[in-house]
């Protein structure tokens, strides 16, 4: 079984910017290190804004830590772990990403069904309860 969804040729991305992809229902923003060398993923939603504007962000880092910066109102987010660097309480969920046959794919999580699914196995359960 393929656990990878496939988001876009790696070609698509570019050192230092973001991209937003869909993914199992979800809005994921996706960066390739400025180096070159390193992807990362995470939630596209930032929470203080209210909007899906992470893969617009800035990418910097502060000592050995990457982040990406909301560019809304600046908090900026590790990329590794999604951990906010400016406030203890915010933290964006990450995503599993890697390159593989010149693609940028992120690992499907089977416990995180897409929204879609979901509604589609509850109205299977209706029909047959009826």
């Given at each position: 079984?393929?656990?990878?969804?496939?988001?876009?040729?790696?070609?698509?991305?570019?050192?230092?910017?973001?991209?937003?992809?869909?993914?199992?229902?979800?809005?994921?923003?996706?960066?390739?290190?400025?180096?070159?060398?390193?992807?990362?993923?995470?939630?596209?939603?930032?929470?203080?804004?209210?909007?899906?504007?992470?893969?617009?962000?800035?990418?910097?880092?502060?000592?050995?830590?990457?982040?990406?910066?909301?560019?809304?109102?600046?908090?900026?987010?590790?990329?590794?772990?999604?951990?906010?660097?400016?406030?203890d309480?915010?933290?964006?969920?990450t995503?599993?990403?890697?390159?593989?046959?010149n693609?940028?794919?992120?690992?499907?999580?089977?416990?995180?069904?897409?929204?879609?699914?979901?509604?589609?196995e509850?109205?299977?359960?209706?029909?047959?309860?009826?």
């Amino acid at each position: 079984m393929n656990n990878w969804n496939t988001i876009c040729p790696q070609q698509d991305l570019l050192a230092g910017v973001g991209i937003c992809a869909l993914h199992q229902g979800q809005q994921v923003a996706v960066f390739l290190a400025a180096d070159g060398n390193a992807l990362y993923a995470l939630s596209n939603y930032d929470a203080v804004a209210d909007a899906n504007v992470m893969s617009r962000g800035l990418m910097g880092s502060a000592g050995q830590e990457l982040y990406v910066a909301s560019p809304i109102y600046k908090q900026r987010y590790n990329l590794l772990t999604g951990q906010c660097l400016d406030d203890d309480t915010l933290s964006l969920e990450t995503f599993t990403v890697r390159a593989n046959d010149n693609s940028i794919q992120l690992l499907i999580e089977p416990h995180k069904a897409s929204l879609q699914d979901q509604e589609q196995e509850q109205e299977q359960e209706r029909e047959l309860s009826v």
